[in-house]
């Protein structure tokens, strides 16, 4: 998929961006540390380490065996002299336990990162420079994973979101699919108020889902423009505030509540919630991405669905989310460093590509020249991916303020959600955060 930089982000974004933060959380169904082996694509599953002498190479990973199925199978073929165990971590722990297992020089050979991780563990030498292995990939590529001047990890196809709605539902009720903001709101209300079904599944636990929701309207309306492009970088320097700058656009969010597509409920539903209710009908519409759409299909493999971009509030402006957000990295101490260095390259040819993206439906590989046609599933989206319209994470506050003040926004506005406080209060303890970080700093 294509990307943009800052200043041309989310042009006419609708308002879930990144909603599927929570929605890895999809994944939350093993303990943290719980290991599963390979398998073959004739089936047979690799004994994995003390099965046999084969090498045995460790991966950690938030994705459950059922999204790396492809993954899996294509390393069991390549590299039948090594076995693989798998290592999972819930999300919302991966990257403290990581941490820790790097500097005890404890840590798996191979390592699923996001681009945070990817800068601080180029900064700290925990991880392997891979720029030889990584010269097939475009620049945005080079963009999420480099450091310096070098790339520290391969990266996976692209992450997306997007909206998925029940095609079968829609057409029995005979409502309206939405094409922009308005219709959406229309569509929603009908959905509740006629049929008494929920038109949006959506877990708001996760703070981060909901600091997105809110964060959108801004990047929509704001945030494209020049002179809203910048407020990240006034914010890192004590220049601005979310009051000042962003209050008129949280309205926008408000409307949401308004209109009860998001309820208080929703604060205490989980993400593995939101896809029972859409994948058994309770709901008409779920925004996420390639997990989401994995984890429906295990449900309900018959649902003919479809998506949808996010739409502006202004005019019939539309987008996708996307970007280069995981990549693999190798851990620098690793006794198997070559073998893994090995491994991460053949990930970096068409063929380990497709494999990455035959367990990301409606993805895109960073191969340069190189296009997947993805299912027809996603034949909602082919607008926004012709005109460039699938934006890349959008949040440049600076390193210090990214994660805290991220996470802080969320759990504040779910307190407004709860009826707690007011947005404008929302803003302000937000700001007075801000303020002693900068302060401190």
Not at 96 to 113: K, N, R, T, V
Not at 124 to 150: H, R, S, V
Request: proline share 4%.
């Amino acid at each position: 998929m294509k990307s943009k930089s800052f200043r041309k982000i989310f042009l006419g974004v609708f308002f879930l961006i990144a909603i599927l933060i929570g929605l890895p959380a999809v994944t939350d169904l093993l303990p943290a540390g719980r290991s599963f082996a390979a398998q073959s694509e004739d089936g047979r599953s690799d004994s994995g380490p003390g099965g046999d002498n084969r090498k045995a190479i460790r991966i950690s990973t938030w994705y459950h065996d059922y999204d790396l199925t492809s993954l899996m199978a294509y390393l069991a073929k390549e590299f039948p002299e090594y076995t693989f165990e798998y290592i999972y971590i819930d999300k919302s722990n991966y990257e403290s336990i990581i941490d820790s297992q790097l500097s005890c020089l404890g840590a798996p050979d191979i390592i699923f990162m996001d681009q945070e991780m990817v800068q601080k563990h180029a900064a700290t030498g925990y991880i392997y420079n891979l720029t030889d292995i990584c010269g097939p990939f475009n620049e945005d590529a080079w963009k999420a994973f480099g450091y310096g001047n070098a790339i520290y990890a391969v990266p996976n196809t692209s992450q997306f979101e997007c909206i998925y709605y029940n095609k079968d539902l829609f057409r029995a009720l005979g409502v309206d699919v939405p094409y922009s903001y308005q219709s959406f709101i229309g569509s929603c209300d009908r959905l509740r108020e006629d049929y008494g079904i929920r038109p949006l599944a959506v877990s708001l636990k996760n703070p981060y889902a909901l600091a997105n929701s809110a964060l959108a309207f801004a990047a929509a309306d704001y945030m494209s423009v020049d002179r809203g492009s910048g407020f990240g970088a006034r914010l890192q320097y004590g220049r601005t505030s979310f009051t000042n700058e962003l209050s008129p656009f949280i309205h926008d969010w408000e409307s949401l509540l308004e209109h009860e597509i998001f309820t208080k409920d929703m604060y205490t539903i989980d993400s593995r919630t939101a896809v029972e209710e859409f994948a058994g009908k309770e709901a008409a519409m779920i925004a996420g991405g390639p997990e989401t759409y994995n984890a429906i299909i295990r449900l309900n493999p018959d649902m003919e669905i479809g998506t949808l971009p996010f739409f502006g509030t202004r005019g019939r402006l539309r987008a996708v989310i996307g970007g280069c957000d995981v990549g693999f990295a190798v851990n620098r101490n690793s006794p198997n460093r070559d073998t893994a260095v090995e491994i991460l390259s053949s990930l970096t040819t068409l063929t380990g590509q497709r494999a990455l993206w035959k367990d990301r439906p409606g993805s895109q590989t960073y191969l340069r020249d190189t296009y997947f046609t993805n299912e027809s599933v996603y034949d909602g989206l082919t607008y926004c991916e012709e005109k460039g319209l699938v934006f890349a994470p959008w949040m440049d506050w600076g390193r210090e303020l990214n994660g805290p003040i991220h996470y802080l926004l969320g759990t504040e506005l779910q307190l407004v959600l709860l009826d707690k406080q007011t947005t404008a209060e929302a803003f302000d303890n937000v700001d007075k955060a801000v303020y002693r970080i900068l302060k401190e700093g």
